[in-house]
Structures are given as structure tokens and as C-alpha cells.
């Protein structure tokens, strides 16, 4: 089985693991440049993306992570995670750095202060069934290159036609929480996704 990194500097670094370990992969967190050696494939867990980076700076993370998204590792960003891979952002603090990768504006905390958080069904590009997502002070993607598929948008409401889930090249990315949801469909596809890579 391959070994998929988790991001463990910041975040909601268990349930991923936990969810990887019942898509049957060895899961490994990574918080340091040799434990990411390690790794086949990895996932940016949610969180807080400026302190994200901030914190992959200072472990000395940052700059080898770049590289390995860059150079086509598969990696699965979730909320904060997304931010982290997205080549631009919106509403982001003053400097803040993502490792890029995918070639999407994203703006945080898209949903505003009134629906902060909440949960819905969404139809999701390959599933059969709808996927119930969790979104937690969520960025939703603003625009997304021509290279991007689009595999998940928010039905309904203000926030109708708003791209949550995307894939390009290496990299897959949600605006929500598969990790919380209970669900281990988009953790499977992601393993898939690594299989064929
Ligand atoms: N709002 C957070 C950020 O900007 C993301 C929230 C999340 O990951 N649940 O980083």
C-alpha cells in the first residue's frame, strides 16, 4: 500500500489519518522534511491556512512540500488545505503564502459570518450518491483555470453554482470536511486517483 503523508503541523490532522487508514493506505503524519521523504502522497488537512504556513516555514516544510506538489506528488487539500494549494487567494491576511500547485483563485471565508458553518448533500462528479459535506468557515473556489475539473458545486441558497471540489493534474482539493462527514468515499477516490497517478 502506499504511505499517504498528512500535514500534522496544524489542523484536523486524526480524522484524516483515521480516514486513510480505512481506505486501507499506510498513513503517515508529517511534520518534518524527512517524514515527508517518505511519502507517496499527501493530504493538507483543514484548519488555518495562514498559520499553516507560517508553521511549514519555521519546520522547514515549506519549500520541500512546494517542490513535491509541483513535481506531481498526488495531494488532497480539505478547506484550509485547498487554500494552501490554490495559486491565489482572495481575503487572505497580508502576505500570506500557499504552496500552489492549482491553478484556482480561492477566497476564504467565502460563506460569510451568517452561515459560518453548516452542512449539505452535494452531487459530486463519479459518485452515485450525493456526498454529505461539512463546511466550516469555508473558502469556495472564485475562478479556476481552463486545466481544472470541476467536481462539486454548491446547489441552492445565495452561494448557488459556487465551486466546492476540484481536480487537476495531481492535486484534488474540497472546500469541506470529507474527514468529518463520516464517509469515506472522497478518501477512496483520492487513493484511486493515487493508484492511477
Ligand atoms: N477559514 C480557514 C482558513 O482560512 C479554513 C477553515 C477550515 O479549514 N475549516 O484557513
Not at 488532497?76 to 500570506?96: H, P, R, S, V, W
Not at 452561515?115 to 473556489?141: C, K, N, Q, Y
Not at 487537476?168 to 477512496?188: C, K, L, W, Y
Amino acid at each position: 500500500a502506499p504511505t499517504v503523508g498528512v500535514f500534522a503541523l496544524q489542523g484536523d490532522v486524526r480524522e484524516h489519518l483515521a480516514a486513510l487508514d480505512r481506505a486501507g493506505v499506510d498513513a503517515l503524519p508529517v511534520r518534518r522534511p524527512e517524514e515527508l521523504a517518505r511519502c507517496h502522497a499527501l493530504v493538507l488537512p483543514g484548519g488555518e491556512s495562514t498559520t499553516m504556513g507560517k508553521l511549514a516555514r519555521i519546520f522547514d516544510l515549506f519549500d520541500p512540500l512546494a517542490e513535491r506538489i509541483r513535481g506531481g506528488m498526488p495531494t488532497f487539500g480539505t478547506c484550509a488545505g485547498m487554500i494552501m494549494l490554490a495559486e491565489k487567494i482572495e481575503d487572505g491576511t497580508d502576505g500570506q503564502e500557499t504552496f500552489g500547485g492549482l491553478d484556482i483563485v480561492v477566497r476564504r471565508n467565502a460563506f460569510g459570518r451568517q452561515v459560518d458553518s453548516f452542512e449539505t448533500e452535494l452531487e459530486f462528479s463519479g459518485m452515485d450518491e450525493p456526498v454529505h459535506a461539512v463546511f466550516i468557515r469555508a473558502p469556495w473556489v472564485e475562478s479556476a483555470g481552463s486545466g481544472v475539473e470541476v467536481l462539486a458545486r454548491v446547489r441552492g441558497g445565495e452561494a448557488d453554482g459556487k465551486i466546492v471540489a476540484v481536480r487537476q493534474r495531481n492535486i484534488m482539493a474540497t472546500s469541506f470536511h470529507p474527514e468529518m462527514a463520516g464517509d469515506d468515499r472522497v478518501h477512496r477516490s483520492f487513493v484511486e486517483f493515487i493508484a492511477q497517478s
